[in-house]
C-alpha cells in the first residue's frame, strides 16, 4: 500500500471513526448489561438517576458517608471520573478508599457507558459532568461540604473541565495519568499524527488548567510507564497548572522536569506533581505510596480526616 494510501486510510478512520477510538467502552457489542455496585464493599448507596440539560438520564452512585457516631459528619464529596474503557462500577475499589476516609463519593457514569443511552461526545460529557454538580449543589446537605474532582485518564480531562466550569464551586483536583489533549495524543501516532487536526473530539486541558483559579488545590499523580498516555503530558499539564493567575502563559518547557524527578512542590501551594517510577496507565494507583499521597494532598488542603467527627 503506497503512502497517499495509507495517508487517506488514516484520514477516513480518524475523521469517522474517532468517537470510538476515544469512547471505546460505550461502542463494545456485547457489553456487560450488569454494572458492580457499591454493596460490594458494603458501601451504603443511593441509585441517583441525573438528568442532562439535553435530557438524557444517567444511573450514578452516590455513597453518603455515615458515620459510627451520629455526630461524625463528611468531609467533603469526591467526584469520581473514570477513564475510557471502564464502566462507574470499577472506580468503586476507589471510592471504598476515600470513604474509610470520610468522604462522601459520587461515580458519575457517562451517556453511552453501563446503562445509559446516548452516544458520548466531548460536548455530551460536559454535559454529564455538570449534571452531577448541580446534583449535588441541589442537596441539602452536599452542598454544605467542600467537591473535589478526581479523575483519570480520560476521566481526568472532564475533572478539568469540571473545575474550569465551576471555578466557584470546585474546592480541589486530583488527575491521575491524563493527557494535554486528544490532537496531541494524535501527533504521537505514526501517519496520524499528519491529520491530528481533524480532530473534532479537542479536549483542550491544556488551555483550560491554565486558567483554573491559582488557590484550587491540584494533586497530579503520573505513572512513569504509561504507553497509552506518554508522562510528558501530565509534566506539561503541572508546567501549564503553575501558569495560573499570571497575566502572560506561558507555558514554559518540561525540560526542567527530569525523568528521575518523581516529586514536585511549589513552596506555600497546596500543588503536588508525584511521579511512580513503575506506574503504568491502568495501575499507577496500584503503586506504593500512591493512595498516601492522595490522602496527604486531601488532609493538607481539608485537615486531617481525625478531625472531623
Not at 122 to 144: F, M, N, R, T
Request: glycine share 8%.
Amino acid at each position: 500500500m503506497s503512502k497517499i494510501s495509507k495517508l487517506l486510510r488514516s484520514f477516513w478512520l480518524l475523521f469517522n471513526w474517532q468517537r470510538v477510538l476515544v469512547y471505546p467502552y460505550a461502542f463494545l457489542v456485547g457489553k456487560p448489561r450488569r454494572i458492580h455496585n457499591p454493596s460490594k464493599f458494603g458501601l451504603p448507596y443511593e441509585d441517583v438517576i441525573l438528568t442532562t440539560k439535553d435530557k438524557l438520564k444517567l444511573h450514578c452512585y452516590l455513597i453518603r458517608y455515615t458515620g459510627d457516631l451520629q455526630s461524625e459528619r463528611a468531609r467533603g464529596t469526591v467526584i469520581l471520573f473514570h477513564g475510557n474503557g471502564i464502566s462507574h462500577g470499577d472506580v468503586l475499589g476507589h471510592a471504598n478508599l476515600l470513604y474509610r476516609r470520610k468522604f462522601n463519593v459520587f461515580t458519575l457514569e457517562y451517556r453511552g457507558y453501563g446503562l445509559n443511552d446516548g452516544t458520548p461526545s466531548e460536548k455530551g460529557l460536559c454535559l454529564d459532568s455538570q449534571a452531577a454538580v448541580d446534583y449535588i449543589l441541589a442537596d441539602p446537605e452536599l452542598s454544605k461540604l467542600p467537591i473535589i474532582a478526581f479523575g483519570q485518564s480520560l476521566g481526568g480531562a472532564v475533572a478539568i473541565h469540571t473545575a474550569y466550569a465551576n471555578k466557584d464551586k470546585i474546592s480541589a483536583l486530583i488527575i491521575e495519568n491524563t493527557f494535554t489533549s486528544i490532537p496531541d495524543i494524535v501527533k504521537g501516532w505514526p501517519i496520524l499524527r499528519h491529520i491530528a487536526f481533524l480532530c473534532t473530539q479537542g479536549w483542550w486541558s491544556i488551555d483550560k488548567i491554565a486558567r483554573l483559579p491559582p488557590k484550587l488545590p491540584i494533586l497530579m499523580l503520573s505513572g512513569a510507564r504509561d504507553r497509552v498516555i506518554p508522562a510528558r503530558h501530565m509534566k506539561e499539564l503541572w508546567v501549564a497548572s503553575e501558569t495560573r493567575g499570571k497575566l502572560k502563559l506561558k507555558y514554559g518547557s518540561v525540560e526542567s522536569l527530569s525523568d528521575d524527578e518523581d516529586e514536585l512542590k511549589k513552596k506555600e501551594s497546596k500543588n503536588l506533581f508525584k511521579g511512580f517510577p513503575w506506574g503504568g496507565h491502568d495501575d499507577t494507583c496500584r503503586q506504593p505510596q500512591y493512595w498516601q499521597s492522595v490522602f496527604d494532598f486531601l488532609d493538607d488542603v481539608f485537615g486531617s480526616h481525625r478531625r472531623f467527627k
